[in-house]
T-cell receptor, first 116, second 118 residues
């Protein structure tokens, strides 16, 4: 399957700071990337859909000014958590879609964010 | 909106035995895909099996098979000859077919934690 990387794998930051998480598609061009959030022992909740060269589409209830998404190239999407607070502590996972009707999504290994 | 329900928060099975994980979904669409994903302790999501709604034949991948009941909107996963490495959280997921702003989005169930006893 395709390889998707995320960086960093884990990050600890102070409340009020901003954190950037990168999602890279290593072996194919990803026109669309998805960002999910997962709390311990819970399901993945879609936060936003990132399309290369256009604005991200956010799910209802997700603050777009707090979770900034930039999909500047076909291999890189970034999620920036601005002015992070302890309640933003979570596991963030990206996935990529290569395109086509029967395509399969490939998931990154995730980033664990802890806000102190 | 589509919903996916996994009613078994936890399941356990003896090594080499068979276990079935349940999943139901609700949709008004006729064109969609269903998936089972595995999330081991590493938290890396791994695709286990995929089913196209237009196919009547149940998908099979080695020890993993599904029972797809379209009319009942049921999509269960059967794991045969369970192995210790099968221990993980399993998610059922739905994706619509083609087109629309939500194309490609996965809707996940709540997950089922599977424990495999030696």
């Amino acid at each position: 399957g395709a390889v998707v990387s995320q960086h960093p794998s884990r990050v600890i930051c102070k409340s009020g700071t901003s954190v950037k998480i990168e999602c890279r598609s290593l072996d194919f061009q990803a026109t669309t990337m998805f960002w999910y959030r997962q709390f311990p022992k819970q399901s993945l909740m879609l936060m936003a859909t990132s399309n290369e060269g256009s604005k991200a589409t956010y799910e209802q209830g997700v603050e777009k000014d707090k979770f900034l998404i930039n999909h500047a190239s076909l291999t890189l999407s970034t999620l920036t958590v601005t002015s992070a607070h302890p309640e933003d502590s979570s596991f963030y996972i990206c996935s990529t879609r290569a395109g086509g009707r029967a395509d399969t999504q490939y998931f990154g290994p995730g980033t664990r964010l802890t806000v102190l | 909106a589509q919903t996916v329900t996994q009613s078994q928060p936890e399941m356990s099975v003896q090594e080499a035995e068979t276990v079935t994980l349940s999943c139901t979904y609700d949709t008004s669409e006729s064109d969609y895909y269903l998936f089972w994903y595995k999330q081991p302790p590493s938290r890396q999501m791994i695709l286990v099996i995929r089913q196209e709604a237009y196919k009547q034949q149940n998908a099979t991948e080695n020890r993993f098979s599904v029972n797809f009941q379209k009319a009942a909107k049921s999509f269960s996963l059967k794991i045969s000859d369970s192995q210790l490495g099968d221990a993980a959280m399993y998610f059922c997921a739905y994706r619509r077919g083609v087109g629309g702003t939500s194309y490609g989005k996965l809707t996940f169930g709540q997950g089922t934690i599977l424990t495999v006893h030696p």
